[in-house]
């Protein structure tokens, strides 16, 4: 079963706009992870963010976690058309093992 | 570095036939996953190793789905008597380690087709 599920399944933006993505899990968890991945390309990680965080940068990406909720967002600031690829949601479960476990994905499509 | 490669990128074969996929992982890193993804659909988890061990078998579909790591490198998946619901990607991944929070490097993936 897929513990990750991210909203919403397709997100089309003009480039300049920020695209935000959510993420919803079921069970306790380590860690998160988002990735992306270009059309028939293999997955490239862009941040991961701990159980005890609340908030992590890198470039103009912006996650946040909400571990109550059991959610997660990731914000892409200034889109640009390069952007455009599908985005995922990896929980590594809290137990010994550190299997991730991946949603069906969010497929953004930024506009020159 | 080199990153972690998979071979063939596509591979088409006739119902009933085997095939293997292999992945060389980036050097050094003692974590390996394999890893299934269907059109359209996140991936699923079908094997972990950790050196050569698999202590994680878990997501293997079905017993014509089986795996082995040798030299604490590359990694083969072979898939007894295909099914036309193989078609899928198959993708591999790296870390340096199995402990959480280690990122895990993909490769490209081979394209399965079952004809």
């Known amino acids: 079963s897929q513990q990750g599920e991210e909203d919403p399944q397709a997100l089309s933006i003009q480039e300049g706009e920020n695209a935000t993505m959510n993420c919803s899990y079921k069970?306790?968890?380590?860690?998160l992870q988002w990735y992306r991945q270009n059309s028939g390309r293999g997955l490239v990680h862009l941040i991961l963010?701990?159980?005890?965080?609340r908030e992590k940068h890198s470039g103009r990406l912006r996650v946040t976690l909400d571990t109550s909720k059991k959610s997660s967002s990731l914000l892409i600031t200034a889109s640009r058309a390069a952007d455009t690829a599908s985005y995922f949601c990896?929980?590594?479960?809290?137990?010994?093992?550190?299997?991730?476990?991946f949603g069906k994905g969010i497929t953004l499509s930024v506009r020159p | 570095g080199a990153g972690v490669s998979q071979s063939p990128s596509n591979k088409v074969t006739e119902k009933g036939k085997d095939v293997e996929l292999r992945c060389d992982p980036i050097?050094?890193?003692?974590?390996l996953y394999w890893y299934r993804q269907r059109l359209g659909q996140g991936l699923e988890f079908l094997i972990y190793?950790?050196?050569?061990?698999?202590?994680?078998k878990s997501g293997l579909p079905s017993d014509r789905f089986s795996a082995e790591r040798t030299g604490e490198s590359v990694s083969t998946l072979t898939i007894q008597r295909t099914q036309q619901e193989d078609s899928a990607v198959y993708l591999c991944?790296?870390?340096?380690?199995?402990?959480?929070?280690?990122?895990?490097?993909f490769g490209p993936g081979t394209r399965l087709l079952v004809l």
């Open positions: 991944a790296s870390s340096l380690g199995p402990g959480v929070q280690e990122t895990q490097y």
């Open positions: 069970t306790s968890i380590n860690n």
């Open positions: 963010i701990r159980s005890n965080e």
């Open positions: 990896a929980t590594e479960g809290s137990g010994a093992n550190s299997k991730l476990t």
């Open positions: 050097s050094g890193h003692t974590a």
């Open positions: 190793f950790q050196g050569n061990s698999a202590p994680d």
